[in-house]
């Protein structure tokens, strides 16, 4: 594993599970799935593979209260990130503005977006955008994959179109302000 400059390369052999191992990962994905993002499922793999591994890397203390977000990039680069804890609350920021960031400056759009959280008890579990994430991820349009938890299983990834999370985006009031995708009725 590579870890220069935010950006990942998958491992080629086997990753250690940072949470107990499971059969089959919940990010695995069926027919439909594949159907419904028309994404790569192994690009979507790598990318969750690369934010458990910048968790099990950065914060080796499974009991350790941390999380990590992974974003996949439309030239298949995959970058991780995390958010340094600060005194002030008001000043924290997403596990997401890293890897945002850097995508801006790689001046390349984002195409998936993955946020993992894993609890004292050493349970990981998924982490939707919030708002201000979701703003972030839509200057990349609508059709930006994120993972959010599974409503049975918050360890599980459900990959959604960012329009299914951001329905009722308020900037298509602004049709010539935005992505023209997002005004398509309903968008694609």
């Known amino acids: 594993m590579h ?14 599970p940072l949470s107990a191992p499971r059969p089959n990962p919940p990010w695995r994905f069926n027919a439909r799935t594949w159907h419904s993002c028309r994404m790569d499922p192994a690009l979507l793999e790598a990318t969750v593979a690369a934010c458990e591994e910048l968790l099990r890397i950065r914060f080796p203390d499974v009991n350790d209260e941390q999380g990590a977000a992974a974003m996949l990039l439309a030239d298949g680069t995959i970058l991780t990130g995390t958010a340094p804890a600060v005194a002030v609350a008001a000043v924290e920021v997403c596990h997401e503005t890293e890897p945002f960031c850097a995508a ?19 349970r990981t579990v998924v982490l939707s955008p919030c708002g201000l994430c979701r703003e972030r991820l839509a200057v990349h349009g609508p059709d930006v994959l994120v993972a959010v938890a599974n409503p049975h299983d918050p360890t599980s990834i459900v990959w959604k179109r960012l329009h299914e999370v951001l329905p009722d985006y308020w900037m298509r009031a602004f049709p ?6 997002w005004c398509a009725n309903p968008p694609p």
């Open 3 to 16: 870890l220069d400059d935010e950006v990942f390369t998958p491992p080629s052999t086997p990753r250690t």
């Open 104 to 122: 801006y400056r790689l001046n390349q759009a984002i195409v998936a977006s993955v946020c993992l959280h894993r609890q004292p008890s050493g």
């Open 176 to 181: 010539d302000e935005i992505d023209a995708r």
